[in-house]
């Protein structure tokens, strides 16, 4: 495995450089002090992974390095390193074309692990990235589902709700004093706006909201 340096410490290269060529399967086939070197010496050394610092202030930073760097080789596996631990680095990256985001804290052996992760076309994030990167998506569809939800008028509500409960589209119109196909027409329109395509699908929906006053 063929490794790129990118850091504009020379000590922090020295002491990678020192670590990874112990393991007998990886070469630190160059190194680069900023990102427009680092991308030259890409171009010519042709590496398996990139290890890019993201905060290098004399030259081209990480970040923008990474997105020219992923223009020119689509292919090349980047793995960027950072001291910061926060989200707005970590998305920041991923969307420059970063394959993954280790802190420098990082002990010795999971620092290996992302490399040989992103060398195989993985992904990688340290733990606490990982972590918050779940709590957004989670918070994310929360507020998604509360919001869609809020989509609906209050008929479409009373008819959701009745429908969870098993009633037929005769019983809830009955039960709503509206005809059948005004029932009909807004099971449609609740499908259309929650994007469901099934009855079943609106009862398990219903749950999930606890409209039933219970959850599963």
């Given at each position: 495995?063929k ?6 410490h020379?000590?922090?290269r020295m ?5 990874l060529?112990k393991?007998p399967e990886?070469?630190?086939?160059g190194?680069a002090?900023e990102?427009?070197?680092?991308i030259?010496?890409a171009l010519?050394?042709k590496?398996?992974v990139v290890?890019?610092d993201?905060s ?9 390095a990474?997105t020219?760097?992923k223009?020119?080789m ?5 793995l960027?390193l950072?001291m ?12 420059a ?13 999971e ?5 040989e992760a992103?060398?195989?076309g993985?992904a ?6 990982t ?9 994310s569809m929360?507020q998604?589902?509360?919001n869609?939800y ?15 409960k ?7 119109a009955?039960?709503?004093?509206i005809?059948v196909?005004t029932?009909?027409t ?11 395509k ?6 398990e929906?219903a ?6 006053g219970?959850?599963?």
């Open positions: 495995m490794i790129l340096l990118v850091d504009d020379a000590v922090v002491g990678l450089t020192m670590l060529n393991n990886i070469e630190v086939i190194e002090s990102g427009n070197e680092g030259k010496k010519k050394l590496p398996d290890v890019m993201l290098m202030p004399h030259g081209k930073d990480g970040l923008s990474t020219e760097l223009k020119l689509p292919n090349v596996n980047i960027i950072t910061h631990n926060d989200e707005e680095y970590l998305f920041r990256a991923i969307q074309g970063a394959s993954g985001c280790i802190l420098k804290s990082a002990p010795h052996d620092l290996m692990s992302a490399i992103v060398s195989i993985d990688y994030l340290h733990p606490s990235a972590k918050r990167l779940m709590e957004e998506y989670l918070g929360k998604d589902s509360s869609t809020n989509l609906l008028s209050d008929r479409e509500k009373e008819v959701l709700t009745l429908i969870a098993g009633y037929s589209n005769k019983e809830i009955e039960q709503l004093v005809s196909k029932v009909e807004h099971k449609g329109n609740l499908m259309e706006k929650l994007q469901m099934t009855r079943p699908e609106l009862v929906y749950v999930k909201k606890g409209l039933l219970y959850d599963i």
